[in-house]
């Protein structure tokens, strides 16, 4: 902005007497001598004071002696290119006056009008000073996207493009006759609507142009209804990535090899192999032995964490329970724990939750999370492990008597390389500084999250909280899992069904709790085939079937895994209270995506194999007053294949009994008429109906004391309002043990 | 007890070769070690094993043509095969026949004469 106290300076270029006269005076009537003013006559010698004087702006007759025209204009432009000018025209000429304001000039003004309104002289000379710097300025800030080294686009939000700067143009040459089809432009109207809906600022996105990678950073800008895109060149930077991958995963590579060798022969002296030690040597050799373990584990840690920077952490869920995952740890950090004295224990008075974890990863992070707790806790001290199903979390804890924690510390625990200030690190215990980043990673990638709770002086304790898992979407997202991993690894998933074909043969024969106690052994003798990294077996009992999960294999080589656990299965003869009895396997493998090519097709597809063209469905009759109820578990009871009748009501029930013959009976107990206790006793008296397991269904809050009097143990109940996994769960529990509470 | 059961440990990883051979030996087996393929072929020629464990990626052969000759010459499973591998190359395995197990390496001496003493007690039962 100019001042306005300073003083502007006036050149004058004009040969006419009489017109520069009325100029002076105008000027110099104008209030607080705001202007200084120089006249000269011709071009030539106006130039010469513009090359030595500083002048703010040119008072411009086009014709003078030396020039005419708006070649007079050009002239002074080029010379004095940041001087503004007004041209003075003798007459109003529109049409010159354009043209002139086209060339260079930032106003101009008719001789005749300077006298006649005395402000406007004075207003067009301030207002061509003003215009000139507005100008500088925005030529400064054009100057920002078109000299930047960093492609900048913009476009409307239709995605056609309406501007490029010349890096732009530069690195995608044919990015203007491409239009919406070059990367850059690619699907940009989408991404502008999202972002204008979830009201976000900006995008960034990965595209590949020529062979090179740009980050493009895509903005929506409001104001101006358009998109905006900075492109940023990524491929050294990835490239860089991938080299310093390379080299790390190299580095631990090469130096696990020796170290294993090591480890071999220090076990193999240690063992005494080699000859017998002396009680110092051997001594000596635990510490060895113990400085390999560390060393190894600060490679495995820098390993694990290259890995989860450059995102190529897979997780390999599986289903367990906490309690073995628990006692795992325990035992293997008994010795350390012992060593100090400290009490290590698994805190027993809460049952253990299922969990669907990858196992070898969430144990790193609880041996990791206990081996601190030993590490700051004195010695004689306690060190307690647990885990609690919450609301909607699976809570681990794992709690220490020991220094505590700084409060100081508490925001960087778990960042890269934060080695606890305070607290004196025992000596040589003094880690990569990685173990606490790299649990929090392994947590997170489980959707879950840690943190600590500390007292100095007192002690701490680490939580780790994953989310839970409804029994019934897991194997569904379980297998989602292994489909999207196979479609972003451009692999393959395929699951084996082995199906026990003479399982119900079986079941005849065997009592329940030999039965369970066979199907535990074939579960774990499939487990013991079966390691993680190859695949994982999820046992679905409801009749006789086991799934395998085999990630990453082709169907060939899935047959070969299927073809193995067969032999595997019905090879020999399991020993049984009332002879051998021999497996008969049924073996079927899907492949995705050489056999299912979507996610519902190979659901479906597992579904179909798993029920096999010729078993029996199961047929239940539900029992109940509302038909809302009728319609609704009749429904989700025919989605899982099963055949299904109902009753409106008792006598209804028993009528249909008569000649049906039903393998469930769903019962609902307040019903009028004929309540479901009194239809209960007449379904055990008959002996047609008497061995009929019968499934009560009760309201939340309903007396139980009646079912108990009924003899019937907790598991044949479900309370109202259905959960419905809960109650599918509890059918086929029903229908595989058959009805214990009979009485038969 | 072993007693004198006769293992041939092919692995190109010597040193690591050696302390494999020495926990076996003191358990009792007898243990013959070569460096590649092509040697263990001749070897299996030579001495008949009772049981081979066996390393992938070995140069001049590598284990996946070594299996191939093997079975051709002497038989699929006729001499149990106990494969040691990485984490990365398990899948690959699938495409061979005639493999009786496999350790992951880098392996526990414990897993490995755990498994090794199984392999020995399925081929001891009367098929």
Request: proline letters at 5%; one cysteine or more.
């Amino acid at each position: 902005m100019p001042n306005p106290d300073e003083q502007l300076r006036v050149l004058l270029i004009e040969d006419n007497p009489l017109d520069a006269e009325a100029v002076q005076s105008t000027l110099a009537k104008a209030k607080g001598a705001p202007f200084s003013l120089v006249r000269k006559n011709e071009v030539k010698s106006g130039l010469l004071h513009l090359a030595s004087e500083p002048v703010d702006v040119v008072l411009l007759d086009l014709n003078l002696p030396d020039s005419s025209g708006l070649g007079t204009l050009a002239t002074v432009h080029d010379k004095a290119p940041d001087v503004a000018i007004v041209v003075l025209t003798s007459t109003d000429d529109e049409m010159l006056a354009v043209q002139a304001l086209e060339q260079g000039a930032q106003d101009y003004l008719a001789k005749g009008y300077i006298q006649v309104y005395r402000g406007l002289l004075e207003r067009a000379i301030r207002y061509a000073v003003q215009r000139k710097r507005v100008g500088h300025e925005l030529a400064r800030m054009a100057s920002f996207p078109e000299k930047n080294p960093h492609p900048i686009i913009e476009t409307d939000m239709t995605g056609t493009m309406t501007y490029c700067n010349p890096a732009a143009t530069e690195k995608f040459p044919t990015i203007a006759s491409h239009e919406l089809h070059h990367p850059v432009l690619a699907d940009l109207r989408n991404v502008a609507a999202q972002l204008q809906r979830d009201s976000q600022p900006d995008f960034v996105r990965e595209v590949f142009v020529d062979q090179r990678a740009y980050e493009q950073h895509i903005h929506y800008v409001s104001e101006h209804k358009l998109i905006r895109s900075y492109l940023i060149d990524v491929t050294d930077r990835k490239q860089i990535d991938h080299l310093k991958d390379e080299f790390l995963s190299t580095v631990s590579h090469e130096l696990r090899t020796p170290l294993a060798t090591i480890k071999e022969f220090i076990g193999i002296i240690a063992d005494q192999i080699a000859g017998p030690l002396t009680p110092d040597q051997q001594q000596y050799l635990g510490i060895v032995k113990a400085n390999i373990e560390r060393l190894a584990r600060m490679i495995n840690e820098l390993l694990d964490m290259t890995k989860l920077e450059s995102g190529r952490v897979v997780l390999n869920k599986e289903v367990i329970e906490a309690g073995s995952v628990l006692d795992h740890i325990i035992e293997s950090m008994r010795p350390l724990a012992a060593a100090k004295q400290i009490e290590l224990r698994r805190d027993p008075s809460v049952p253990s939750p299922t969990l669907f974890i990858d196992k070898d990863k969430i144990t790193q992070v609880l041996i990791n999370l206990v081996g601190n707790a030993i590490k700051f806790t004195k010695e004689r001290g306690r060190v307690t492990l647990s885990a609690q199903a919450e609301d909607r979390e699976i809570v681990f804890r794992v709690t220490d008597t020991g220094t505590g924690i700084d409060p100081r510390d508490m925001p960087r625990l778990f960042e890269k390389f934060s080695q606890l200030r305070g607290v004196p690190q025992p000596p040589g215990s003094i880690g990569t500084g990685l173990g606490l980043a790299i649990s929090k990673r392994f947590v997170e990638l489980h959707g879950g999250r840690v943190w600590a709770e500390s007292k100095p002086g007192t002690g701490s304790t680490f939580f780790v909280a994953l989310p839970k898992y409804d029994t019934g979407e897991l194997f569904t997202e379980y297998v989602r899992m292994g489909l999207a991993r196979a479609k972003q690894n451009k692999s393959h998933l395929s699951i084996i069904t082995l199906v026990i074909d003479n399982f119900d043969d079986l079941k005849t024969r065997c009592q329940p709790d030999e039965m369970r106690e066979l199907l535990g052994s074939i579960e774990h003798q499939i487990r013991e085939h079966i390691r993680i990294g190859e695949g994982d077996v999820v046992v679905r009992w409801h009749s006789g079937d086991v799934m395998v999960v085999v990630a990453d294999m082709d169907p060939a080589g899935c047959r070969a895994v299927g073809d193995r656990l067969t032999r595997l299965l019905s090879g020999h003869p399991y020993k049984l209270r009332h002879g051998d009895e021999q497996l008969a396997v049924v073996m079927h493998a899907v492949t995705f995506p050489d056999e299912a090519a979507t996610e519902e097709e190979f659901l479906r597809a597992l579904e179909q194999r798993l029920r096999g063209p010729d078993r029996p469905k199961a047929r239940i009759l539900i029992v109940d007053d509302e038909p809302k109820i009728r319609q609704f578990v009749r429904e989700i009871l025919e989605l899982q294949n099963y055949d299904v009748l109902t009753a409106a009501s008792g006598p209804d029930a028993l009528d249909q009994l008569r000649v049906a013959k039903v393998d469930l009976i769903l019962l609902d107990i307040s019903m009028p008429v004929m309540d479901g206790y009194e239809v209960y006793h007449l379904l055990k008296e008959h002996p047609r109906t008497k061995n009929v397991p019968v499934l009560i269904v009760t309201a939340q809050g309903e007396r139980s004391d009646r079912l108990m009097g009924m003899d019937t143990p907790s598991y044949n109940y479900v309370t109202k309002p259905f959960e419905v996994e809960a109650l599918l769960g509890k059918i086929r529990e029903v229908l595989q043990h058959g009805h214990k509470g009979s009485g038969a | 007890m072993a007693n004198g059961k006769k293992i041939l440990v092919v692995d190109d990883e010597e040193q690591l070769a050696l302390a494999v051979k020495i926990r076996l030996q003191s358990k009792g087996y007898q243990v013959t070690t070569v460096t590649d393929g092509r040697q263990g072929l001749d070897r299996v020629g030579k001495e008949a094993p009772d049981l081979i464990l066996l390393d992938v990626l070995m140069p001049v052969m590598d284990g996946y043509s070594f299996l191939r000759e093997l079975n051709q010459r002497h038989g699929r499973g006729k001499i149990p095969v106990l494969v040691l591998t990485a984490r990365d190359q398990l899948k690959e395995l699938f495409e061979l026949e005639g493999i009786e197990d496999y350790v992951i390496k880098p392996f526990d001496h414990e897993d490995l004469l755990v498994r090794i003493d199984r392999v020995f007690q399925r081929r001891a039962k009367p098929s």
